[in-house]
């Protein structure tokens, strides 16, 4: 059974750092590149970042460069995000997605509030 299980998320102020993990089981996660998409109260879900299989290539969203840096740990079947200077518009409910054409997985989200 495939399962991406997100954790990490919460209540932060502006400024702040938080660091999301996604644990992986029920596939082989190093040949997966992974992802983390966010959704927004009324707005479309966005990808925000993305890593290859072995974790050589990562790309990122315009809105997050510098400032949230996505790694993984194949030995640990564990994807990561870490979030720094965090902004009210970075508020959101966080996912992550496994990738391996064509199959798609998704966890069921961890919420980030980003709020004084």
């Known amino acids: 059974q495939v399962q991406l299980v997100e954790s990490g998320g919460g209540l932060v102020q502006p400024g702040g750092s938080l660091r999301l993990s996604c644990a992986a089981s029920?596939?082989?996660?190093?040949?997966?590149?992974m992802s983390w998409y966010r959704q927004a109260p009324g707005k479309e879900r966005e990808q925000v970042a993305t890593i290859s299989s072995l974790g050589t290539i990562t790309k990122y969203a315009d809105s997050v460069k510098g400032r949230f840096t996505i790694s993984r740990d194949n030995a640990k079947n564990t994807l990561y995000l870490q979030m720094n200077n965090l902004k009210p518009e970075d508020t959101a409910v966080y996912y992550c997605?496994?990738?391996?054409?064509?199959?798609?997985?998704w966890g069921q989200g961890t919420r980030v509030t980003v709020s004084s």
């Open positions: 997605k496994g990738s391996n054409r064509p199959y798609d997985y």
């Open positions: 029920g596939f082989t996660f190093s040949l997966y590149a």
